[in-house]
Nanobody, 121 residues
Framework: QVQLVESGGGLVQAGGSLRLSCAASGSIFSISAMAWYRQAPGKQRELVATITSSGRTTYADSVKGRVTVTISRDNAKNTVLLQMNSLKPEDTAVYYC?????????????WGQGTQVTVSS
């Protein structure tokens, strides 16, 4: 089992910055990748950024150049940060942290509770 706890959401004006944090604990040795998704009202959940256990990152086209995802590790937890700059009103959404875990060949997905990001124009 992996537990994910997110923090860092809030209200910001367009052009501002926010940093979201996701702390993963539990069976972190099994995590192969972590990601941030977001879901705006009335829309499907979409992938924002991923980072693998080896540090490889990918970004959605809509955030490329404005967002950076990083990961730090210690014995007890992994912490994934999503630094978001030059925020736009269309970035408003609930942001979810995801961890993909592989145990004995079976993939498991874990989700955080979500954190609201609101960008005002």
């Amino acid at each position: 089992q992996v537990q994910l706890v997110e923090s860092g959401g809030g209200l910001v004006q367009a052009g501002g910055s926010l940093r979201l944090s996701c702390a993963a604990s539990g069976s972190i040795f099994s995590i192969s990748a972590m990601a941030w998704y977001r879901q705006a009202p009335g829309k499907q959940r979409e992938l924002v950024a991923t980072i693998t256990s080896s540090g490889r990152t990918t970004y959605a086209d809509s955030v490329k150049g404005r967002v950076t995802v990083t990961i730090s590790r210690d014995n007890a937890k992994n912490t994934v940060l999503l630094q978001m700059n030059s925020l736009k009103p269309e970035d408003t959404a609930v942001y979810y942290c995801n961890a993909a875990s592989i145990i004995v060949g079976t993939k498991y997905d874990y989700w955080g509770q979500g954190t609201q990001v609101t960008v005002s124009s």
